[in-house]
């Protein structure tokens, strides 16, 4: 495009109008361009926090590729002979052996239901994320309990137990032991020697971790585990590792993917992402429309103007092309700002995380916002191409104006 049609357009543009409502339609053009891509921007951002930062949480204490038993039993014996040949798989990092159950925590004043999880404590390469980084205590804690076993507790079920580090807890399984007057509920004595913080409400009130050897007594297990975790390079790679470990595996254990566990919640933010675009992008629909109109008004306003150069020997594309012009600034000025209010709200919010929400009920205390560049790419894209859509008509209307018609009265 020539510099001709930059001029006339940004003139016309700028131009005090002869109606002041062109002028104020304008503005609103620009404002709901700028506010459709501004609420896309932080749809976004909140469909994505909230997918990495449960994503991140749940992978901190689950496998990327579980182990488990086809039809559950007694749990997986020879789990040792097993493990060597899964770390050999490719894309594998570590294969981490795992038992759980259903236990009673009993503090100094409250009880409260939880699941414990026994894993190897000896090797840093096997320690689950989540322990990592404990919120108290350490790992060193166990060879430190004074004689009891070591206990590392979600931040809530301390809480609900009512203890803090060192505090003594007594575990009682529900498995029991088998007497001849019945089940005996036993009662093991932990040592609190961590209290761990996923973000995640659910692990954090119901999660306790402890060696797989406390574990195996609790629960009154021999030397078995009832899940090998597998911890990838490429989280994404989980289905083809899951396929390589089941050949390893035998056919009495079943190989399953985080994506898999997680299946429902994954579908129920792909499903609000989706449904999020599309209503926010009813928004600049209608901000289309206020730039067609704008448009139309325009080509009635300029009439004689664009018949009178018409006549000086413009040409009929260039007269379109001043209009089309005309649309792609309003879009692209809206546009601009929104970009700045979406990333700059997105990143506000989540730096002070002034949404909050109940852990009860969402799993998270806040909302989480991260914003992606490409998203600000595609969402600019779709407000331009809305815009262009929109001068269509108009401009191929103001450049069929017969300048001798427009000029015949004047």
Known sequence: ???????????????????????????????????????????????????????????????????????????IQNWEDLIPKLQRLPHVISATPGLYGQIALKGPLVGSGAVLKGVPLGSDDRIPELLRHLKSGSLSGFANAGGEYGIILGSRLAEQAGVVLHSPVSVISYQGELTPLGPSWSAFHFRVVGIFESGLYDLDSTWAFTSLAAAQRVLDLN???????????????????????????????????????????????????????????????????????????????????????????????????????????????????????????????????????????????????????????????????TSLIATLHPSRTASRIAPAEALRYE
């Open 1 to 75: 495009m020539s510099r001709f049609e930059w001029i006339v357009a940004l003139r016309y543009l700028r131009a005090k109008r002869k109606q002041t409502v062109t002028s104020v339609i304008t503005v609103i053009s620009v404002l709901g361009v700028a506010a459709g891509v501004a609420a896309l921007i932080i749809a976004l951002a909140i469909n994505n926090g909230f997918q990495s930062t449960l994503q991140s949480s749940l992978l901190s204490a689950t496998a990327h590729v579980s182990i488990l038993e086809r039809n559950p039993a007694y749990g």
């Open 223 to 385: 030397d078995v585990v009832n899940t090998i975790e597998l911890r990838l390079d490429n989280i994404f790679d989980a289905r083809e590792v899951a396929r390589a470990a089941e050949n390893v595996a035998g056919p009495k254990l079943i190989a399953t993917t985080w994506m898999d566990q997680n299946r429902s919640l994954l579908n129920a933010l792909k499903l609000e992402k989706i449904v999020s675009v599309i209503t926010v992008s009813l928004i600049e629909l209608v901000a289309a429309l206020n730039i067609l109109i704008v448009l139309v008004m325009l080509v009635m306003e300029k009439h004689r103007d664009v018949a009178i150069l018409m006549s000086m020997g413009a040409r009929r594309q260039q007269i379109q092309r001043i209009f089309v012009l005309q649309g792609i600034i309003i879009g692209g000025l809206g546009c601009a700002i929104g970009l700045a209010v979406g990333y700059s709200a997105a990143t506000l919010f989540n730096h002070y995380r002034w949404l909050k929400l109940d852990e009860q009920i969402y799993a998270l205390s806040y909302v989480p916002f991260q914003s992606h560049w490409t998203d600000g790419i595609w969402v600019a894209a779709l407000a331009l191409i």
